[in-house]
């Protein structure tokens, strides 16, 4: 019997038959005997034993509860029964006395497809048991698939066991073990008829809901295994807790299995651990029944139900997804308040189904997913707010909920009003009623304005939750009091309101809708107007509407329409300007809607009109922005201006465009100067100086840019002194005085360019000093330090140069391992600016090893080696030329340093260099030919790397192990081992996910290999070991790369 | 001597007793306990570390390691009730005594002239490169191997009683028969002759066996509980069914 370890044979798979019959011995039953006495013991009862007036024939099979005997009924009619003989051990007399209670209830049930409750009573013994319609049938999955039946009889027979379940449910009784095998399907009268047994057992017996629980998954030898396949969510739980709505579950369960030939649990994970299967009930996502036919098309299911009358899978899968792949999901939902309610309303949406009618399983909707997505985000949603915001929205209902109830009582009211006293109330409770909806709809606009503006929801995960959010508000807005009719007042509000509706549609991406509620409010708007023309009302909110309204019409290429309604939300505030002519809020828009109309003219090619526009607008934003220090006034100046300005720019008057500017930096001066210290009017100042400078030098009049960007660095210099606070300030200054520097290059003053980048430098590397955590400032003398490189170059002082180049190399580095993709070119640039100087100054070795450094930044592309060899080429001059102390060391090192370089050419001629014959003509390579490696390579060039060979290669670079922090479903660490091009992924969970090398690719100007997964539903990115990058990047199949995770640990 | 994986003595004191035999300030009692619960439970977090990819030597520290430092740290003093049985807790532990480890450290303890568990690592080898075939998850093989190493234990149990109660030929005889199995069923005839019983009468005794063997196994599984009774012996059971396949 001891297993013998170092057999390995012994340990099969069949051994785990025996060992699994061997701990179901474990169960068994307590006869309460000690049987190490003496010890007769058997079955406590046998075949042919009395029990009441029936007696039993055979075994039929064991549950959890008891054996269930075939017995034969004697009195007053013959008729085979099934007998359940419940185990000793339960409290009879209990159990008998519940019983009784039950019995009456169960003897109610008389439905034909519910396998009948006899009679019940006790043994001679004591024993209960109850005695049973016997149905002669097949579960009710077997016999779906012995008589191979089609979609349609499945559901059809599923359709009456609902309806079987929803009579139980109405006497209050519930099922708790429905599974297919609780449910055979026997032949009545020539007719299938599906009957649900044992129901009704359970709760009879007073069982609680963990013994139901461990008894779902206990067995005896020999018979079907309890599996918890069926078992819902609820009862999986740490407190399982049922009601009708687990039958439906477990309702689902069969329906899936019928559809799809397995149960969810079964086509998630075979075999999974007792914790992981209970966790797998209350948590995993089963897949959809289409999905799950498509992914096997060979399954039996699918077979079958393809079978009749030849319906292939696609068809299968196309008459799945949708409403059937709905219907079942509802019923399978975690959340039983999603779950269908009754048996009844499944068994209804099915038949909908099958007679082509809608059903009412909705699509999972966003709020759905929001439950998900909520309870992951938890914490980020309540930092947001949004809680509270949520809770706003529930007092705005309560307050439009009261506004309509005093709307209808105030309707009410003045209908039956004869005296004026009744008309007053009547008004009253109208005026009431608009009060409450004035507050719910200012609490209702802050909430949309909050939503709107909360920076964290503008991030893309969170654009999906931030549509949610809004889309409740269109709700609201939907289900406003729609009167047409009705006074002014009250269409102008209706108007308003269709408008915010329109633009929320808009912000979430519904553009039909938002073109739609816009054009409607702008219609009423208009309508207003002819009919009030000289009435006193908003219309500024009119023209904001068809200002708004402008905004989707060009989304949707309607420019002529979006270009008239500028016109209209113009001509509206101008009218409404004068009847307020002083309000600065009035003013504001119109400036806003004047600049708007300006872009559409500019579009249209009316230039002239568009000038003056500007110029019309501008003239009433700096009225403004010299009246009121607000901040928004300023900000809306200068937006004009860059417009303005542009316009005149790209009308090619560029002196008027100029004359812009400065007078934009002349306003913002006499600003500062007639409210000191306002450093944000001199703040724009600068920047506008600096824009007006950067516009002379595009025009080509570097000369006259330079006293602009001095006059920025001025300005910035001088706050920067005014606001320690503010070191930002400085960085401005030197950005500025470096743009003086290009001005002053290009307008050929060299030496005072020298001197402004000297300057800029100074000033930079001085910030960097001061704040060596701040890694942008660090990296700002970077171009200062690349511009004087330059300069050196050009003019041939190559020492300054080298060292300037040195320096600016180590902060591309810095910013290189930052962003590889974007730095790449920049750092190659110099390190070959670099090998220039140290060649010209002499340094063979030097230059060839940041030769060397260069190419290997490109292992894969020919150019950059080739290039490289060529300067270890002049190398070789150069050692031919200098200085030795004897020819011996002359040449030792001549030898060396060509095998380098040969390396260099070779490598080119791997990556695809295919002149190097060429080569000889067009360049002077007399040292090298006197190598012996060089002639090796010109004979036996190495054939270049086809594809196979790259991926090998690539391997090569690639590491064999690593880990990853996985933040969504089954967070945590997850290791990632190689062998050859298989990679394995082990989750937390302890689930294994395998993906194979498929190509050696770049992403970003990253090397690495690609991964893809057998499913291909997405590939993977993980970047080589010696690139300087250590994100792995993720790729959903027609999509773009994205960032995946950080890789740690790598081996 | 080195300890095979399941070996026949398995303690039958309760984890309760054994948790406070591990609570008690003498050491010599502790490291026997310690050394029993090594003995009988090793191989499931042995095979447990192979299936999460470690290798033979990595396996091997982790498990000797865990136990040394089980002991050190008193951490089996820690458990009680709501960390469930000793299945569960044990595989925790050792999960995070996995993770906490450092290469560093587990090379430190290597020979270090700490107490030695010597365990029978190619005996596990061989043990666990027999059930590669699978594909079970690391807590699945976990699971799986504690069951069979419990039900080990109780046959081991069952034979130690029957012969202290004389009946040592016999149970050689018919322990083959625990298993309800048909193939057995038809056996008895040919046992009958042999041994001189009624096919009868050995159909009996075989259900007394299985009566007294479900005693042990479930004697055995409570030892593993924390204040164990029928239903939660039955919930354990119910667990260890599923881990074998069921």
Redesign the interface.
């Known amino acids: ?3 013998d ?2 057999n ?6 069949g051994t ?1 038959e ?11 039953e ?1 006869d309460g005997a000690d ?2 006495r003496t ?4 079955p406590l009862e046998q075949a042919g034993d009395a029990i009441g007036r029936y007696r039993l024939i055979s075994l039929l099979g064991s549950g959890g509860f008891g054996n269930v005997w075939l017995a034969e009924q004697t009195e007053p009619i013959r008729r085979q029964v099934a007998l359940k003989l419940i185990k000793p051990g339960m409290d009879s007399r209990e159990i008998i006395a519940r019983f009784e209670a039950e019995r009456q209830t169960l003897a109610l049930m008389d439905h034909p497809n519910i396998a009948r409750v006899l009679d019940a009573g006790t043994s001679a013994t004591g024993r209960p048991y109850f005695v049973l319609e016997l149905v002669a049938g097949k579960p009710i999955t077997t016999h779906c698939d012995a008589f191979r039946l089609g979609l349609r009889e499945r559901l059809e027979l599923f359709i009456a066991v609902c309806h079987a379940v929803q009579h139980a449910h109405q006497k209050a009784i519930l099922h708790r073990d429905l599974k297919p095998s609780n449910i055979l399907v026997a032949e009545v009268d020539g007719k299938m008829v599906p009957k649900v047994i044992d129901f009704g057992i359970a709760k009879a017996l007073g069982v609680s809901d ?2 139901i629980q ?2 779902l ?3 005896k ?2 018979v079907v ?1 309890g ?1 918890p396949d069926y078992m819902s969510p609820e009862q999986a739980g740490s407190t399982p807790d049922v009601d009708t709505r687990s039958d439906i579950y477990a309702l689902g369960v069969i329906l899936y299995e019928l559809l799809t030939g397995k149960t969810p649990l079964a086509w998630r994970n075979p ?7 209970l966790r797998e009930i209350r948590e995993g996502e089963p897949a959809n029944p289409s999905l799950c036919v498509a992914k096997d098309a060979n399954d039996h299911a699918a077979a079958n139900l393809r079978e009749q009358r030849g319906s292939e899978t696609t068809r299968l899968i196309r008459s799945l997804r949708g409403d059937l792949d709905r219907v079942t999901m509802k019923a399978l939902e975690k959340d039983r308040q999603r779950r269908y309610d009754t048996a009844n309303a499944l068994a209804n949406d099915l038949r909908s189904y099958l007679d082509g009618e809608a059903v009412t399983a909705a699509a999972p909707t966003w709020s759905y997913r929001f439950g998900k997505f909520a309870r992951r985000n938890k914490a980020v949603l309540m930092t947001v707010g949004l809680v509270a915001a949520a809770l706003v929205t529930g007092t705005i209902v309560s307050l439009w909920q009261a506004h309509r109830a005093d709307l209808s009582l105030a309707a009410a009211q003045s209908s039956k009003a004869e005296a004026d006293a009744n008309r007053l109330e009547a008004n009253a409770n109208r005026d009431k009623a608009r009060q409450n909806l004035e507050q719910a709809k200012k609490a209702f606009d802050k909430y949309v304005g909050t939503v709107t503006d909360e920076p964290t929801l503008k991030t893309p995960e969170f654009s999906g939750l931030r549509s949610y959010l809004l889309e409740g508000a269109i709700n609201f807005y939907e289900n406003l009091d729609s009167d047409e009719g009705g006074d002014l007042q009250t269409r102008m509000d209706y108007a308003r309101n269709l408008g915010r509706l329109g633009t929320l549609y808009h912000q979430t991406g519904n553009l039909p809708k938002a073109l739609e509620s816009l054009r409607k409010a702008v219609a009423m708007a208009e309508a207003i107007e002819a009919e009030f023309p000289n009435a006193s009302y908003d219309r500024r909110a009119s023209a904001m509407l068809a200002n708004n309204l402008a905004l989707p019409l060009t989304t949707a290429g309607n420019l002529t329409e979006a270009q008239a309604m500028r016109k209209l939300a113009v001509q509206l505030l101008e009218k409404h300007l004068s009847e307020h002519p002083g309000d600065p809020g009035v003013r504001h828009d119109f400036a806003l809607v004047l600049s708007n109309y300006a872009v559409g003219l500019a579009g249209n090619g009316e230039m002239d009109e568009a000038e003056a526009t500007y110029v019309r607008c501008l003239g009433i934003q700096s009225a403004l922005a010299t009246e009121s220090t607000e901040p928004r006034e300023i900000q809306q100046l200068g937006y004009l201006q860059g417009m303005a300005a542009d316009l005149a720019s790209r009308r090619g008057n560029h002196a008027k465009a100029d004359a812009i500017y400065r007078e934009a930096v002349e306003l913002y001066e006499s600003l500062a100067s007639a409210t000191p210290p306002n450093p944000g009017a001199r703040e724009a100042a600068a920047s506008f100086s600096v824009k007006r400078g950067d516009r002379l030098c595009q025009i080509g009049n570097p000369a006259a840019a330079v006293p602009a960007f001095e006059h920025a660095v001025e300005i910035f210099r001088a706050l920067a002194r005014e606001l320690p606070n503010r070191p930002d300030l400085r960085l401005n200054a030197g950005d500025a005085k470096l743009k003086a520097g290009d001005a002053l290059r290009d307008a050929g003053r060299l030496a005072e360019a020298r001197s402004a980048y000297e300057e800029a430098l100074a000033l930079l590397e001085r910030l960097a000093a001061e704040f060596p955590d701040v890694p942008k400032w660090q990296l700002s003398p970077a171009p200062a330090l690349e511009k004087l490189a330059a300069m050196r170059t050009a003019a041939k002082e190559w020492p300054e140069a080298r060292s300037l180049l040195n320096r600016a190399i180590g902060l591309q580095r810095e910013k290189f391992s930052q962003s590889p993709g974007t730095e790449k070119q920049k750092l190659a640039d110099l390190l070959k600016q670099l090998t220039e100087a140290h060649l010209q100054l002499g340094d063979y070795d030097v230059a060839l090893t940041t030769a060397e450094g260069f190419s290997k930044m490109f292992p894969d592309d020919w150019e950059p080696w080739h290039w490289a060899a060529l300067a270890g080429n002049r190398g070789l001059q150069i050692i031919s030329t200098a200085a030795f102390p004897d020819e011996d060391s002359r040449k030792l090192t001549a030898d060396l340093y060509a095998q380098r370089v040969v390396a260099l050419l070779r490598q080119a001629v791997l990556n695809g260099y295919d002149g190097i014959t060429r080569l000889q003509a067009t360049q002077d390579l007399t040292l090298l030919a006197g190598h012996a490696s060089f002639q090796d390579l010109l004979k036996n060039p190495p054939a270049p790397l086809d594809a196979e060979a790259r991926l090998k290669r690539g391997l090569e670079r690639s590491p064999l192990k690593f880990a990853i922090d996985y933040k969504a479903s089954d967070p945590g660490r997850r ?1 990632w ?1 190689r062998t050859d091009r298989t990679w394995t992924e ?1 989750q937390p ?4 996910n395998l993906y194979t090398v498929s190509a050696v690719i770049k992403v970003n100007g990253i090397a690495g290999s690609e991964l893809s997964r057998p499913d291909g539903k997405f590939t993977l990115f993980v970047p080589h070991r010696d690139e300087p990058s250590t994100l792995m990047m993720f790729k959903a199949s027609g999509g773009a790369w994205g960032r995946f995770a950080d890789i740690k640990d790598i081996e | 001597m080195p300890l095979s994986p399941g070996n026949p003595h398995f303690p039958t004191t309760r984890w309760t007793g054994v948790l406070r035999v591990l609570g008690s300030e003498d050491t010599g009692r502790r490291k026997q306990a310690l050394a029993d619960l090594c003995r009988d439970y090793w191989y499931p977090l042995y095979a447990f570390a192979r299936r999460l990819g470690r290798s033979q030597e990595d396996a091997e520290d982790l498990t000797q390691g865990f136990f040394i430092h089980a002991l050190e740290r008193d951490v089996f003093s820690l458990a009680d009730r709501n960390l469930g049985t000793l299945r569960t807790f044990l595989l925790k532990i050792f999960q995070r005594y996995m993770s906490d480890v450092r290469d560093r450290e587990r090379a430190l303890k290597r020979g270090g002239g700490q107490d030695h568990l010597s365990l029978d690592i190619e005996g596990g080898e061989n043990l666990y490169a027999a059930d590669l075939a699978t594909s079970e998850s690391p807590e699945l093989l976990f699971d799986r191997t504690w069951a069979q190493s419990l039900l080990r234990a109780a046959q081991a149990a069952l034979a130690a009683s029957e012969h202290q109660a004389g009946r040592g030929p016999q149970f050689e005889i018919l322990q083959s028969f625990l298993t309800p199995d048909s193939v057995a069923e038809h056996g008895y005839e040919s046992v009958a002759s042999s041994s001189g019983m009624t096919p009868e009468a050995i159909r009996q005794a075989v259900s007394r066996l299985r009566k007294k063997f479900r005693k042990c196994l479930r004697e055995a599984i409570a030892a593993t509980l924390h204040d164990p009774d029928e239903a939660r012996i039955d919930e354990e059971l119910a667990a260890l069914r599923v881990a074998l396949g069921g």
């Open positions: 019997m001891n297993e370890p170092s390995p044979a012994g340990r099969q798979r785990w025996r060992d699994r019959a061997l701990l179901d011995l474990g169960f068994g307590d049987d190490m010890g007769d013991s058997g963990e013994v461990s008894s998954l206990a067995t030898a020999g295994v599996t075999r999974l651990a007792f914790d992981e299967v290791l081992e082990i969970s302890g689930t294994r």
